[in-house]
């Protein structure tokens, strides 16, 4: 991989404005790719990231028990391998054979990370109380990547039923917030 | 309002995209308009959302007392007043006064709608248990409200530091997803 370290305190400006993700998990020598849309930032540094994680997702019970997994940020040219990983489920394919992704070594957790998208954070769970009630894992981001050549990554954002918005064009204004 | 019921089950694809949201809420007569961005979908009907807000927004107390807010999604004509109402405190400012921005009835809640955003959610907490360690809120959406004339909303997507992402084009791939 061609990408260098990110500073923690940098993660929530690839969280926050909403992209579809790939999250990545392995038990047993098995690696699973899950695509994910519902997640949200908790806090800055270290930075906490909050997800949902349907039970009836065969990465679930993995992420559960193994209390780690990597998100991998995909821009749009690899848009219809993230619908796929969506349409399958781990328990019947290799999702990194069957669409063609390449799994990277993480440096803090076991999960692989995906080679082709342009930022990776590798998570640890920090709490699963709320798994059972609304499957809402709280993850830490222990170490972040990101591809530096990529300027402006063209995330996409799901608006339902397979329809994705585009990251567009970006606008600066003065402003104080974080 | 030129705005007609959305129906609960479509929620999920407004807020899933990621948008920035202005959430709304009142105490005692008294209205307030804060920025959010750290928003996910927790489930699709009834729509369930986890957002984040801040202990040190004076929005917290109220929402934690009220156990009621709205979230209003607005589009790039509003980037200013966004920006504006996430740089002041409601403790000091009306910000609905401050940013001419409209308020409106809402049907199922006290707290007041932003005419001049696309969308309104009217939102109760359903949860606030994780709202001491995590200042996290799980809010049930029970009434939605949308300007269908807006048929390629350009939401706005913070990418920190002032720093905003405008919707850009829309892509359709085969998908089972929901």
């Known amino acids: 991989m061609k990408k ?33 849309s519902w ?10 990231v909050a997800c949902v994680i349907s039970n ?3 990465t679930f019970g993995i992420v559960r028990e193994t209390k780690e997994c990597a998100i991998n940020i995909p821009t749009v040219e690899l848009a219809k391998k993230v619908v796929g990983c969506g349409n399958t489920s781990g ?5 990194f054979k069957k669409f063609r992704l390449t799994p990277a070594p993480a440096a803090r957790i076991g999960a692989p990370l995906i080679s082709e998208c342009y930022a990776n954070l590798e998570c640890k769970v920090m709490d699963a109380s709320m798994a059972g009630k609304y ?15 990529k ?10 039923q397979g329809v994705f918005m585009v990251a567009g064009r970006i606008i600066k204004l003065p402003s104080r917030m974080k």
Chains 1, 2 share one sequence.
Request: hydrophobic share 40%.
């Open 4 to 36: 260098t370290s990110l500073p923690l305190s940098q993660v929530y400006r690839l969280l926050e404005p909403g992209p579809v993700v790939l999250v990545t998990s392995a038990r047993g020598g098995r690696a699973n790719v899950m695509t994910m």
């Open 91 to 95: 328990r019947e394919v290799d999702k």
């Open 56 to 58: 009836r997702d065969y």
């Open 39 to 48: 997640h949200m930032m908790v806090d800055f540094e270290p930075p906490i």
């Open 151 to 160: 300027k402006h990554p063209r995330t996409i954002h799901h608006c339902g």
């Open 135 to 149: 499957n809402l894992f709280i993850l830490e981001v222990v170490k972040a990547w990101i591809d530096r050549s």
